[in-house]
């Protein structure tokens, strides 16, 4: 892409799904000179997501509004309502017990506007998002998963549930891609793949077949933040090349890895080992795509998590790398 001068902005695009994603636009969102754009899935379908889906026979919301809120200009009033979640002291899940006030706000718009992109602006403007949201469609889609013994799981919560290795995800029909979605792809400098599950919140947005040609035809420079910790049922014992491999295997480009090397508390290895998580290692010498590691954890809780900070540090390294690259050419 031509660059008429260092004061342009880059656009960066951010896909993924679930708290990881969010954890990166709360880190890159005050980084100066960049346009964010979130490409977020749409296809949960647990919890109170997953019930207004049913329901109401509409694309799921919660990461979503996750993002929505992660991205806000200000940890306002409204961006806390929005994720306010009801109680349900009883577990009945009756009424608005249980849901999240963010996902019945989306909900209504979506009916009140005829258009659930349309919904997601509203809310956008309301929060003053620093960004653009994408739902990567705007159909009410089901994945599912292709397992190593041929089995097949349908629906993305089912699919970390079950004691097998996973082949593939796929969707049983034609999926389109929103145009905002492709647009920001074509148009990308630099693609953030992650953080989070990466076959139920990554893949789902690259296997539209309109986001992974645009992906694959596309020059920006693509990163992959790859997880700090196996995911129990979906990568149990996964290194790092492992989670690559996903990527690639799904028609997903490559450029580098961004991989947390922090040295973790012995005791927060063992409370996840109960759980069946295990940090991801880096198992090969050589890699096809250049490796990149930096401090970006956080312990809080004893619990391992990306860094909004560090993650704003690393990314601002790599915006000014691909600036000046862009300048050169």
């Known amino acids: 892409m031509k660059r008429n001068g260092s004061k342009d902005k880059l656009n960066v695009v ?5 708290h990881g994603q969010s954890s990166i636009c709360r880190g890159i969102k005050n980084i100066p000179d960049i346009n964010i754009s979130a490409i977020v899935t749409v296809a949960d379908d647990g919890g109170s997501t997953g019930r207004l889906r049913r329901h109401f026979h509409i694309p799921a919301m919660g990461d979503i509004r996750n993002v929505m809120i992660s991205l806000a200009e200000s940890e306002s009033l409204m961006s806390t309502l929005m994720d306010y979640r009801f109680e349900d002291p009883d577990g009945t899940e009756t009424d608005v017990a249980g849901h999240n006030l ?10 009140q506007c005829g258009s659930f992109l349309e919904a997601v602006q509203t809310i956008e403007k309301i929060l003053n998002v620093k960004g653009r949201i994408i739902p990567a469609t705007t159909q009410v889609i089901t994945l599912f998963a292709e397992m190593e013994d041929d089995v097949i799981v349908r629906g993305e919560a089912n699919i970390p549930t ?6 593939r995800v796929f969707y049983d029909t034609n999926v389109r891609a929103t ?5 920001a792809v074509r148009n990308a400098d630099l693609i953030i793949y992650g953080i989070g599950s990466v076959y139920t919140s ?12 645009a992906l694959q035809q596309s020059d920006a420079y693509k990163i992959y933040f790859c997880n700090a910790m196996t995911q129990p049922g979906e990568t149990d014992g996964y290194s ?21 090397d922090d040295s973790m508390p ?21 890699h096809p795509y250049k490796v990149i590691k930096k401090k970006l954890l956080s312990f809080e809780g004893g619990l391992v998590r990306h860094a909004s900070g560090l993650i704003e540090s690393a990314v601002r390294e790599l915006v000014e790398e691909r600036r000046c690259h862009l300048l050169q050419k």
Do not use: F
Request: net charge negative.
């Open 240 to 260: 790092m090349e492992d989670h690559v491999r996903a990527l690639k295997d799904h028609g997903a480009p490559v450029d580098a890895v961004l991989y947390a």
């Open 162 to 167: 079950k004691a097998n290795r996973i082949r």
């Open 14 to 18: 951010v896909i993924g799904g679930g």
């Open 266 to 286: 012995p005791a927060i290895i063992e409370n996840y080992q109960r759980e069946e998580s295990i940090p991801v290692i880096i198992r090969e010498s050589e």
């Open 179 to 183: 145009p905002e979605a492709v647009s």
């Open 202 to 213: 990554v893949l789902p947005n690259v296997i539209i077949p309109e986001v992974r040609e």
């Open 102 to 111: 963010g996902n019945l706000i989306l909900t209504a718009l979506t009916q």
